[in-house]
T-cell receptor, first 112, second 113 residues
Framework: GQQLNQSPQSMFIQEGEDVSMNCTSS?????WLWYKQDPGEGPVLLIA?????ELTSNGRLTAQFGITRKDSFLNISASIPSDVGIYFC????????????FGKGTKLSVKP | DGGITQSPKYLFRKEGQNVTLSCEQN?????MYWYRQDPGQGLRLIYY???????QKGDIAEGYSVSREKKESFPLTVTSAQKNPTAFYLC????????????FGNGTRLTVT
């Protein structure tokens, strides 16, 4: 099936650092979504993107829908301890019935 | 509050037994979905339903069954035919159209021994 390549797979952050992660695919998407999942909980929607080139912010989070419609990135500025968790990208393929394809996630941890 | 409720949060079963996971939503969404999550993997689609009394297989439907008799409810049965049933199961709902993100429940962790 279709795949999304999400990177990095994991990263360690120090409080105050900026964080960046991205998802890429060889397919064209109509929608990009970014979710955060805390341990033992369901994913929570952070940002939804619907147009190529769209740049959307939600507090310290900023995400962009790539111009080619094949990629998206998520930035977190001035990270805080509660930012730890797993971040997933999800895309809805052009012409699909609404089903999403998910990346494998980026796990954010705090540097010891 | 509107949302998606999955129950129970934790479920333990012996191998060979069927088990049903509950998912209820009061968001008035037409579509409902079941995903399976394993450590280090993304979410994999088991079954989905875009309208009452209709559902389709996802990428990993073998060993699972569903029903959609009511708009609000989409229970998932993990049968004894599922070879590796221990996992975290997530239910989601949304509208099967563009510009409609999925909303997730808080999951059920199933352990089969």
């Amino acid at each position: 099936g279709q795949q999304l390549n999400q990177s990095p797979q994991s990263m360690f952050i120090q409080e105050g650092e900026d964080v960046s992660m991205n998802c890429t695919s060889s397919s064209i998407f109509n929608t990009w979504l970014w979710y955060k999942q805390d341990p033992g909980e369901g994913p929570v929607l952070l940002i939804a993107l619907y147009k190529a080139g769209e740049l959307t912010s939600n507090g310290r989070l900023t995400a962009q829908f790539g111009i080619t419609r094949k990629d998206s990135f998520l930035n977190i500025s001035a990270s805080i301890p509660s930012d730890v968790g797993i971040y997933f990208c999800a895309g809805q393929l052009k012409g699909s019935q609404g089903n999403l394809i998910f990346g494998k996630g980026t796990k954010l941890s705090v540097k010891p | 509050d509107g949302g998606i409720t999955q129950s129970p949060k934790y479920l333990f079963r012996k191998e060979g037994q069927n088990v049903t996971l509950s998912c209820e939503q009061n968001l008035n969404h037409d579509a409902m979905y079941w995903y399976r999550q394993d450590p280090g993997q993304g979410l994999r689609l088991i079954y989905y339903s875009q309208i009452v009394n209709d559902f389709q297989k996802g990428d990993i439907a073998e060993g699972y069954s569903v029903s959609r008799e009511k708009k609000e409810s989409f229970p998932l049965t993990v049968t004894s035919a599922q070879k590796n049933p221990t996992a975290f199961y997530l239910c989601a709902s949304g509208q099967p159209s563009y510009n409609s993100p999925l909303h997730f429940g808080n999951g059920t962790r199933l352990t089969v021994t």
